[in-house]
C-alpha cells in the first residue's frame, strides 16, 4: 500500500485554518503538507498570518506561485505576426410573432440540438437561431492595438496581472479564469507529482454546506481520482462552530477578520460587494490604487483598448462599448458602492465607517 500523504490548501482564512490544525492533530504534522497557492492580490496581513501559522504550528507552508512568462512569449508572437482577415459579429437570439424562440436548422432543414444538464439529468433540448448584428468587427489585431499592446506585454513577477496581460482581461464572475489558474491547476499539479512520486494523496478541504447554495451537497469524503482522495471535515460545520474551534485550540484567525471582511481571499476580490468594498476604500485604498494601475496596463494589452477589473454593469446598455467600461472603471465602482437603493443615492452613512474600529462580520470582537 502506498504511504499516504493528507495536502491541506491554507488560504489564510478561517475555514482552512480550522482544516488544517485538525489534520494535525488527527495524523500528525510528517504526513500532512500545507500549501498556499499566492495570487499575488492578497493583503500583506494574509502573508503575515502565514508567518504566524508556520512559527505557532512549527510547520511550513509551500507557496505555489503561477508563472505566465512562456505564455506571455507566445502571445507577442501571435500578436505580432496576426494576419488574420475574417470578422466578428455580434449576434441576437430571433423570436416568432408570437414571441417564441425560432429554433436553429441545419442544411437538412433539421433541429439543432445540444445536450444540457439538468440537475442529475442530461435532456436534449433545441439550440435557438440567431442573427448576426451590424457589419461586425475585424478579428485582426490593427497597426495600433499592437504596438499598444506589444509596448506593456512583458512579465510583471505578479500572477494575477501576468495573468490578466495574457488573457488582455480580468476575470469576470462568469470567466473566473483566476481561480483556476492561480489556485486550482497549482494545487493540483502539486498534487499530481506526490501521486506521482508514489504517495496516496487526501486532499484536505475546508468547505462548509453552508458557505453557499452550489456547496449544500458537498461530500464529507469521496475519491476523486487513481490515488487522490478529498476529504472535507467541516462540511457540517457553522462559521461560528469554525471559529470556536481555532480559539479552543489558542489559534488567531487573520486579523482581516476583525477589521471588517467576512471572507479572506484577494484585495479586492473581483466578485466583491458594496459593503467590502466600502472598507477596502475607507481602509486599504492603497489595494485599489493598485488595482486602478493595473487596469491601465491590462487595457493596454486588451485588442479593444480597454478592460476593467470589475464587471458591475453599472450601465444600462450591455455592449462592449467604451461606456460600459467607463461606468466600470475603478475609480466610478467606488462611487458607486458608496451609493444606495439601486445605485441611485449617495449614502451619507458611508463615511462612518471608521478606519480604526472592529467591524468584524462575525462579531469576533464580542
Ligand atoms: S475569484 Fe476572487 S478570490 Fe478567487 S482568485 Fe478570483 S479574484 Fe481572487
Partial sequence: MRPSLHVVSVSGGKDSLATLKLAINRVGKKSVRAIFCDTGNEH???HQHLAYLERTLDIQIDRLVANFDEQIANKRRFIASDKRTRREYDIRPVFNAEGNPVPKRDGHGNIVTRQVKRGAVTVLEPVQKTVKIGGGRRVRW??????????????TGNPFLDLCLWKGRFPSRKAQFCTEELKRNMAVAYQIDLIDAGYRVISWQGIRRDESPNRRDAKKA???????????????????????????????PNPLY?????????????????????????????HLEEKSRWERLVSQAAKRGFSTFFNKELHED??????????????????????????????????????????SSYGLCA
Avoid at 476583525?258 to 475607507?282: F, H, T, W
Fill in 258 to 286: 476583525l477589521q471588517g471582511c467576512s471572507r479572506v481571499g484577494c484585495m479586492p476580490c473581483i466578485n466583491a460587494g458594496k459593503d467590502e468594498l466600502n472598507q477596502i476604500a475607507a481602509r486599504w485604498p492603497e
Fill in 222 to 252: 469521496e475519491r476523486l481520482g487513481p490515488g487522490l482522495y478529498a476529504f472535507r471535515p467541516l462540511v457540517d460545520w457553522t462559521a461560528r462552530d469554525v471559529f470556536n474551534y481555532c480559539r479552543n485550540e489558542a489559534l488567531e
Fill in 44 to 46: 500583506t496581513l494574509v
Fill in 142 to 155: 490593427t497597426n495600433k492595438a499592437k504596438r499598444r499592446a506589444l509596448s506593456v506585454l512583458y512579465p
Fill in 318 to 359: 450591455k455592449g462592449q462599448d467604451r461606456r460600459v467600461h467607463e461606468a466600470n472603471r475603478i475609480e466610478a465602482v467606488i462611487q458607486w458602492a458608496r451609493t444606495s437603493r439601486g445605485g441611485r443615492q449617495f449614502d451619507m452613512l458611508v463615511d462612518l465607517v471608521e478606519p480604526t474600529a472592529c467591524v
